[in-house]
């Protein structure tokens, strides 16, 4: 008991000497001695560098359907990478997770609620109407691999298993997001 009430006493004295110590520092100024302060106005942005051959459009000129749909892609994506990667994150390094540890469980369920809802919503934006099967096709792949890696995440898969679904997925991500670069827009 004596050593708790020494190391309060303690905390006491350091703080009492802290707060005299930045009570008795001199003010700081923003302009230091002898500066002057102009008015220079606004600075104009640099002009555009132009496209090298070969680059997307600007998103200004991308398909609307493309817009849309890779916009939904992406925040299905984000959905997933969450979720997805803090059981990834609970289970990195074994190869046989330990499925009743309830920090496991609690990030394998929450993964797969994420995957569900990110398939969905992929699919869904693989149907946007006018979307180039360039742009679904990769997106129904992704969707189709997010819920084979929920259903293995269901199942108390491996982790070899589980990593090799996911890097599908990571390939599936891959090629949506580039077909929706080529389409001048983003995943």
Not at 71 to 85: K, Q
Not at 92 to 113: C, E, K
Not at 132 to 157: E, H, N, Q
């Amino acid at each position: 008991m004596r050593t708790s009430h020494l190391c309060g006493r303690g905390l006491a004295a350091c703080g009492i000497a802290l707060a005299i110590g930045l009570a008795t520092l001199p003010p700081a100024f923003a302009d230091p001695e002898g500066a002057t302060q102009s008015d220079a106005g606004p600075v104009e942005p640099p002009p555009a560098a132009p496209l090298p051959a070969g680059a997307p459009a600007p998103a200004g000129d991308a398909d609307p359907a493309a817009v849309t749909a890779c916009t939904a892609f992406a925040d299905a994506l984000d959905n997933a990478s969450v979720f997805y990667g803090d059981f990834a994150d609970t289970i990195d390094g074994t190869a046989r997770p330990d499925y009743s540890d309830p920090v496991v469980s609690m990030t394998n369920v929450s993964g797969r609620t994420a995957l569900r809802e990110s398939a969905a919503q992929a699919m869904s934006a693989a149907g946007t109407p006018g979307l180039s099967p360039d742009i679904a096709g990769p997106m129904r792949s992704w969707s189709l691999d997010a819920t084979k890696l929920l259903v293995k995440m269901g199942l108390r898969g491996s982790g070899d298993t589980l990593n090799v679904t996911a890097n599908e997925l990571n390939e599936d991500a891959h090629n949506a997001q580039m077909a929706c670069a080529l389409a001048g827009t983003h995943a």
